[in-house]
């Protein structure tokens, strides 16, 4: 999407498209001003009739070498706080997507694991579903975060406190093979 016109008096009066009932938020790498507009635009329109998705609070993806990029969390903060209301996550932790899943698989939570790297989206997911979790320590969670979560007596801390953990994914394919 590309600013029409030169000034902000022109951004507001760009036509909307009429059948749009939702503005979702996902990781987007062309992300831009213009984008943001017209996501406040759609929803200042429909007011709290039009949807406001988001996919994740991911607020940065780890990447090798220890470095990191912005996460799908700063794109869905931003529209936020442009439109100042929260958006419905419909990924992790949210366990809306588990339950999609649920209705169309046959899953026994009980003989499921969640594997993630970060206790606040994947562990807290898998814990609020009934999973047995698995954490993996290759991601932005450290292991004294998780004895400082597991120490503490606020139920909140506890539920982001994996079952068991790993130091890599790699260390789960001795285990694969049997």
Same mark, same amino acid.
């Given at each position: 999407?590309?600013?029409p016109g030169p000034?902000p008096?022109?951004?507001?009066?760009a036509?909307?498209e009429p059948?749009?009932?939702?503005?979702l938020?996902?990781?987007d790498?062309?992300?831009?001003y213009?984008? $943001?507009?017209?996501?406040?635009?759609?929803?200042?329109?429909? &007011?709290?009739?039009?949807l !406001?998705?988001? +996919?994740n609070?991911?607020?940065?993806?780890?990447?090798?070498?220890?470095t990191?990029?912005?996460?799908t969390?700063?794109l869905v903060k931003?529209?936020?706080?442009?439109?100042?209301?929260e958006?419905?996550?419909?990924?992790?932790?949210?366990?809306y997507?588990f339950?999609c899943?649920?209705?169309?698989?046959?899953i026994d939570p009980?003989r499921?694991?969640?594997?993630g790297?970060? $206790?606040?989206?994947d562990?807290?997911?898998?814990?609020?579903? &009934?999973?047995?979790?698995l !954490?993996t320590l +290759?991601?932005v969670?450290?292991l004294?975060?998780?004895k400082?979560?597991q120490?503490?007596?606020c139920?909140?801390?506890?539920s982001?406190?994996?079952?068991?953990y790993?130091?890599?994914i790699?260390?789960?394919?001795?285990?694969l093979?049997?």
């Amino acid at each position: 999407a590309a600013l029409p016109g030169p000034s902000p008096a022109d951004w507001a009066q760009a036509p909307l498209e009429p059948a749009v009932r939702a503005v979702l938020v996902g990781f987007d790498e062309h992300f831009s001003y213009a984008k $943001l507009c017209q996501a406040l635009r759609y929803l200042l329109r429909g &007011g709290p009739d039009c949807l !406001l998705v988001g +996919t994740n609070r991911d607020h940065r993806l780890p990447l090798e070498g220890g470095t990191a990029i912005p996460g799908t969390g700063c794109l869905v903060k931003a529209v936020e706080t442009a439109a100042q209301r929260e958006a419905f996550i419909i990924g992790k932790p949210n366990r809306y997507m588990f339950d999609c899943v649920v209705s169309e698989f046959n899953i026994d939570p009980a003989r499921t694991i969640m594997v993630g790297d970060r $206790l606040d989206t994947d562990i807290l997911m898998g814990n609020s579903c &009934g999973l047995t979790t698995l !954490l993996t320590l +290759t991601g932005v969670t450290t292991l004294d975060e998780v004895k400082g979560h597991q120490e503490s007596d606020c139920p909140a801390r506890q539920s982001l406190v994996p079952d068991y953990y790993v130091d890599s994914i790699a260390d789960l394919l001795p285990a694969l093979g049997d």
